[in-house]
């Protein structure tokens, strides 16, 4: 199993669509939320084919026209802050924020834990956990526009630049 992770999106739809053509493969998709307006949950919606799941971050203000485009996608589950997935037994936590997910890391609980937030790639190995933080799809912070695929088999994060 493959699994797409991005955060961050801000609106950027060019930057999406590129996002989406470079995980066109996985098999899941999760965003650590940011996505900001509810034509992102259309774009996404439309423009992966499997499952994904999203949760909330600070800067989703529309939670009302976001969940009501969410609604028209049978494939979208939005989880609010934070969501406790079991993929085919892998667990895996999601949140916005890097300081939710490093406990979540340290406890050991969860095969993955994914966030976002503050906009950096980063990929952190405890044992037999594994964080990511895919950056932003954004790319407008940092100067780097990134994305993330997890590999489920081999526990490998493919860092996509976009």
Do not use: K, W
């Amino acid at each position: 199993m493959r699994i797409a992770i991005m955060s961050d999106i801000h609106d950027h739809i060019s930057r999406l669509a590129t996002a989406l053509e470079r995980v066109r493969n996985a098999d899941i998709l999760i965003c650590c939320g940011d996505l900001c307006s509810p034509f992102i949950m259309r774009q996404l919606g439309e423009g992966f084919a499997g499952p994904i799941h999203i949760v909330f971050g600070n800067n989703d203000g529309d939670l009302f026209r976001l969940t009501a485009t969410a609604a028209r996608f049978s494939a979208i589950t939005l989880h609010g802050a934070f969501a406790d997935l079991d993929l085919d037994g892998l667990r895996v936590a999601v949140t916005h924020y890097p300081e939710i997910a490093l406990p979540l890391l340290e406890s050991g609980r969860y095969g993955l834990v994914c966030c976002g937030h503050n906009h950096q790639y980063s990929v952190v190995q405890r044992g037999a956990v594994t964080l990511v933080n895919p950056g932003e799809v954004m790319g407008e912070l940092y100067g780097s526009a990134t994305c993330a695929v997890y590999d489920r088999e081999t526990g490998d994060v493919t860092r996509h630049d976009l």
